[in-house]
Nanobody
């Protein structure tokens, strides 16, 4: 009964910015890493950015310097600030939450939000 609600996607011109949000609710226990992934048509899903419970971040080379991942543990939320957007950033973006519960790890995925970068 864990639900991830994503928001912030949309249409933006090259060079523009968007901020994606993902908030988890429900039966939440000990969230570990969180991250953002994207999948463009005809391509494999790609890891964009991750952030650990301690705040350590990792980014795909293609977004370094442009995207920033952050989290708000009090809100069980993860964010992705996307600046200097390029057409190649166009994809469906999904958030993922890794959770530890009952001595097991679980991965929960959001339904996805469309990001389209086009002039």
């Amino acid at each position: 009964q864990v639900q991830l609600v994503e928001s912030g996607g949309g249409l933006v011109q090259p060079g523009g910015s968007l901020r994606l949000s993902c908030a988890a609710s429900g039966s939440i226990f000990s969230i570990n890493a969180m991250g953002w992934y994207r999948q463009a048509p005809g391509k494999q899903r790609e890891e964009v950015a991750t952030i650990t419970s301690g705040g350590r971040t990792n980014y795909a080379d293609s977004v370094k310097g442009r995207f920033t991942i952050s989290r708000d543990n009090a809100k069980n939320a993860v964010y992705l600030q996307m600046n200097s957007l390029k057409p190649e950033d166009t994809a469906v973006y999904h958030c993922k939450v890794e959770m530890y519960s009952s001595f097991q790890f679980y991965n929960y995925w959001g339904q996805g939000t469309q990001v389209t970068v086009s002039s």
